[in-house]
């Protein structure tokens, strides 16, 4: 699904990825690991089109994707989630739901003067699509709350929500697990067991809890200096000395 070929981004005289190639495998849950500083973030920005590597290559579907923004690969069905939840707060759980799907004609000022029926029409049918979503998640009873008052793990839920809401096909996931505590890191981990199992999303995974790396991953990634150390399945990287070198001894010079 994501082909990524020598690709590498330096920010001033600090090489944050260098010549790193990989793939991501339709239908497939990747974990990406490493230790703080491997380049994992840069990685990921770059493959959603936040930063434009500087050599190399990412291909999506076997079509070149390089530096493409990321409202082209949104409409692609490339999407992500960040580390630290990005929700409108001041808008209600269900709301924050319902401004994903792109195209909507209640976006446009005069089909809401002219044609006010169609955008009820539309506007219930996302509604309906949004309450689904919810109910996916588990979490219908905070539909109604300010998307601002949840709890870390709740915003979690919702980013994963958000995607739904999309034409996903391959899905980023930046920590999710971060700062979820354990109640609500099993919904979060079952749902997208869910997505990827029921609904064929592609998952590609920057996670430091290696419990939720081993119960979700296959194959797993391992980065540090920037760039691939080892891949395979969990057993295999957690058994190879690199790997535990690079996290028993730290890894410096890599990116974000």
């Not at 339709?26 to 990406?32: A, D, E, F, P, V």
């Not at 109640?183 to 981990?189: A, D, E, F, G, V």
Request: one cysteine or more.
């Amino acid at each position: 699904m994501i082909a990524v070929r020598n690709v590498s981004k330096a920010f001033g005289g600090l090489q944050a990825v260098r010549d790193c190639s990989f793939d991501i495998a339709k239908g497939s849950i990747t974990g990406l690991i490493g230790p703080n500083g491997a380049g994992k973030t840069t990685l990921f920005s770059m493959i959603a089109g936040a930063f434009k590597p500087d050599s190399g290559q990412i291909l999506m579907g076997g079509e070149d994707i390089t530096g493409l923004p990321t409202y082209k690969l949104f409409r692609r069905g490339l999407v992500r989630t960040f580390q630290i939840p990005r929700e409108f707060s001041r808008m209600t759980v269900r709301e924050n739901l319902m401004v994903v799907p792109p195209g909507q004609s209640g976006e446009v000022l005069p089909v809401n003067w002219f044609s006010a029926a169609r955008v009820r029409k539309e506007e219930a049918a996302v509604r309906r699509r949004a309450d689904e979503v919810l109910e996916f998640l588990q979490i219908t009873h905070v539909a109604d709350e300010l998307a601002g008052h949840l709890s870390g793990g709740q915003k979690k839920l919702l980013e994963l929500g958000r995607t739904m809401m999309t034409e996903a096909k391959v899905v980023l996931l930046d920590e999710p697990g971060a700062g979820v505590n354990p109640t609500l890191m099993n919904k979060l981990s079952d749902s997208i067991l869910r997505l990827n199992r029921e609904r064929g999303y592609t998952f590609c995974i920057i996670e430091h809890d290696m419990d939720l790396i081993a119960k979700l991953c296959h194959p797993v990634i391992v980065m540090a200096h920037g760039t691939v150390l080892a891949r395979g399945s969990m057993e295999e990287v957690r058994a190879n000395e690199q790997v535990r070198e690079a996290y028993l001894g730290g890894a410096s010079g890599g990116g974000r």
